[in-house]
T-cell receptor, first 112, second 113 residues
Framework: NAGVTQTPKFQVLKTGQSMTLQCAQD?????MYWYRQDPGMGLRLIYY???????DKGEVPNGYNVSRLNKREFSLRLESAAPSQTSVYFC???????????FGPGTRLLVL | AQSVTQLDSQVPVFEEAPVELRCNYS??????LFWYVQYPNQGLQLLLK??????LVESINGFEAEFNKSQTSFHLRKPSVHISDTAEYFC???????????FGTGTRLKVLA
């Protein structure tokens, strides 16, 4: 099992550019999540998908869109990147019934 | 709305000394509670969780946490820390019946030789 995988690991964007962060899990989990981590602010929930076909906003959804492509994949899109979106992005999935979250290794994004 | 407070942003402690990392939460309904650990340049790993039953929960590496409903707390403790425990620790809460998790701002534990 690869667990939760994220691509890319690092990315540098210019203001206004767009990009999609990819996340996949091979554990047959129903729920998937996107967080951003900033110094002193912990992890903040951007969007989540409780099950295939559903998505919901978290604490900080502005400037982002998501797609739950299938049960395995959950992508995060920045349509027009801003310097305030410089952060480390983590994807996670939840083991059904146990409520335990499994995290990917993260994507480090720098927006200039 | 649910929220999590970790008042201590950094906790230095000497090796083999005890440590307590504090976590308080706010919610109007029943909750699940979690502690996650993050080592440098890695993702988060589940340390322990409280879902129901015994209010004292333990991890395999000697940490424990106690759910205190009246004080809305879920403090993490270890009686004797090791250098390898140096990491950032996050408390998280999820209201029962939802799929939403809210994390605290984290506590950096620095174990000194």
């Amino acid at each position: 099992n690869a667990g939760v995988t994220q691509t890319p690991k690092f990315q540098v964007l210019k203001t206004g550019q767009s990009m999609t962060l990819q996340c996949a899990q091979d554990m047959n989990h129903n729920s998937m999540y996107w967080y951003r981590q900033d110094p002193g602010m912990g992890l903040r929930l951007i969007y989540y998908s409780a099950s295939e076909g559903t998505t919901d906003k978290g604490e900080v959804p502005n400037g982002y869109n998501v797609s739950r492509l299938n049960k395995r994949e959950f992508s995060l899109r920045l349509e027009s990147a801003a310097p305030s979106q410089t952060s480390v992005y983590f994807c996670a999935s939840v083991e059904t019934g146990s409520w335990s979250q499994y995290f990917g290794p993260g994507t480090r994004l720098l927006v200039l | 709305a649910q929220s999590v407070t970790q008042l201590d942003s950094q906790v230095p402690v000497f090796e083999e000394a005890p440590v307590e990392l504090r976590c308080n939460y706010s919610s109007s309904v029943s909750v699940y509670l979690f502690w996650y650990v993050q080592y440098p340049n890695q993702g988060l790993q589940l340390l322990l969780k409280y879902l129901s039953g015994s209010t004292l929960v333990e991890s395999i590496n000697g940490f424990e946490a106690e759910f205190n409903k009246s004080q809305t707390s879920f403090h993490l403790r270890k009686p004797s820390v090791h250098i390898s425990d140096t990491a950032e620790y996050f408390c998280a809460v999820s209201e029962k019946g939802t799929y939403k998790y809210i994390f605290g701002t984290g506590t950096r534990l620095k174990v000194l030789a």
